[in-house]
């Protein structure tokens, strides 16, 4: 089967930085989309970035200039680099990952979540 572990998730003050990543598992392994999504306290979870194999690139439009996303395909891992980290950035963050492995063919996996709290 397919895993994605999440970790980077801290308790970091408004301004910071935090460098999320997230790692994908499996035989057969083939990624074709890698994204980092996040649900704040009472809301929807929202897309904050995905990038595809090839390296295109979305962001959600309140992350763009903040946030970057990076992928290593070599050891299928997707980096999410957050700056000028606001308070309204607290959220649980997720990877999802959108590939096929010797047991499926396309499929959509998730994390657990990693926490990220921006507070002073």
């Known amino acids: 089967q397919v895993q994605v572990v999440e970790s980077g998730g801290d308790l970091v003050q408004p301004g910071g930085s935090l460098r999320l990543s997230c790692a994908a598992s499996g035989i057969g392994l083939s990624i074709n989309i890698m994204a980092w999504y996040r649900r704040a306290p009472g809301k929807e979870r929202e897309l904050v970035a995905q990038i595809t194999r090839g390296g295109s690139i979305n962001y959600a439009d309140s992350m763009k200039g903040r946030f970057t996303i990076s992928r290593d395909n070599a050891k299928n891992t997707v980096y999410l680099q957050m700056n000028g980290l606001k308070t309204e950035d607290t959220a649980v963050y997720y990877c999802?990952?959108?590939?096929?492995?010797?047991?499926?063919?396309?499929?959509?996996?998730w994390g657990q979540g990693t926490q990220v709290t921006v507070s002073s």
């Open positions: 999802k990952v959108v590939a096929s492995s010797i047991y499926s063919t396309l499929n959509t996996y």
